[in-house]
C-alpha cells in the first residue's frame, strides 16, 4: 500500500531562520499533496496544499515544492516565529479499491522556534 | 460556525468497558471521516462516510464500528474496549474526497486501562 514517510521528526531553529521538512511517497498515482499544521491539544488544520500539476506553490512565509519524478516533496517556512512552533503532516493521496480517494499521513515533525 | 465538534475531549475506558465518541458537522460536508493518532504513527484512517447512510472501513477499522443516520453526525463506536485502542481520535469532514480540504474536529484522547 501506499507510504509516506516524512523527515526529520523534530527540527529546531532561531526565530528568523528557514526551516524545511521533506516528505517522500510510494504511489506513483497520487496526485495531491496537502501539509497540515497541529497545534498543541487542537486537530490538524490545512495550511497550504499541491496538486501534481503544479511544481511549486507559495502562500506567504510557506511554499511547498512537488518533485513527482523522484515522487518526495518539501515544505518550506521562511522567517520563523515562535507562533509556527508546532507538528506538522504532509499527506499523498492514494485511491482505495472502492475508488475512494484517501491520505495517507506522515509520521509528523515536531518545529520548534526559539526566540 | 462550530466547524466539526468531538465530544468528550478526555476520556478513561476499563477493558471490556463500551463508549461512543460523538462527531458533528455543521457544513453540510458529505463526506466525513474518523482518524486515530498515535505517537510517532501519524494519523490512520478507521473509518469513513461519502454520505448519510454509507459507511465504509479504512485502515484499521477492527474493534469499530460506525452509523452515519444523518449529514450531519458519524458516531464511532467501540464495543470491547482494550489497551490497543488508547490514542487520540480525530473526526475530520470534508466536501469531496478529491482533493479538497479535510477540516478536523479537537480530538478526543482515550485511554483503556
Known amino acids: 500500500g501506499e507510504n509516506v514517510e516524512q523527515h526529520p521528526s523534530t527540527l529546531s531553529v532561531q526565530e528568523g531562520d528557514s526551516a524545511v521538512i521533506k516528505c517522500t511517497y510510494s504511489?506513483?498515482?497520487?496526485?495531491?499533496f496537502p501539509w497540515y499544521k497541529q497545534e498543541l491539544g487542537k486537530g490538524p488544520q490545512l495550511i497550504i496544499d499541491?496538486?501534481?500539476?503544479?511544481g511549486e506553490k507559495k502562500d506567504q512565509r510557506i511554499a511547498v515544492t512537488l518533485n513527482k519524478t523522484a515522487k518526495h516533496f518539501s515544505l518550506h517556512i521562511t522567517e520563523t516565529q515562535p507562533e509556527d512552533s508546532a507538528v506538522y503532516f504532509c499527506?499523498?493521496?492514494?485511491?482505495?479499491?472502492?475508488?475512494?480517494?484517501?491520505?495517507?499521513f506522515g509520521t509528523g515533525t515536531r518545529l520548534l522556534v526559539s526566540p | 460556525n462550530a466547524g466539526v465538534t468531538q465530544t468528550p475531549k478526555f476520556r478513561i475506558l476499563k477493558i471490556g468497558q463500551s463508549m461512543t465518541l460523538q462527531c458533528a458537522q455543521d457544513m453540510n460536508h458529505n463526506y466525513m471521516y474518523w482518524y486515530r493518532q498515535d505517537p510517532g504513527m501519524g494519523l490512520k484512517l478507521i473509518y469513513y462516510?461519502?454520505?448519510?447512510?454509507?459507511?465504509d472501513k479504512g485502515e484499521v477499522p477492527n474493534g469499530y464500528n460506525v452509523s452515519r443516520s444523518t449529514t450531519e453526525d458519524f458516531p464511532l463506536r467501540l464495543e470491547l474496549a482494550a489497551p490497543s485502542q488508547t490514542s487520540v481520535y480525530f473526526c475530520?469532514?470534508?466536501?469531496?474526497?478529491?482533493?479538497?480540504?479535510?477540516?478536523f474536529g479537537q480530538g478526543t484522547r482515550l485511554t483503556v486501562v
Open positions: 475530520a469532514s470534508s466536501y469531496s474526497d478529491k482533493d479538497t480540504e479535510a477540516f
Open positions: 499527506a499523498a493521496s492514494t485511491r482505495m479499491n472502492t475508488g475512494f480517494q484517501k491520505l495517507v
Open positions: 499541491i496538486r501534481s500539476n503544479v
Open positions: 504511489d506513483s498515482a497520487s496526485n495531491y
Open positions: 462516510s461519502v454520505g448519510a447512510g454509507i459507511t
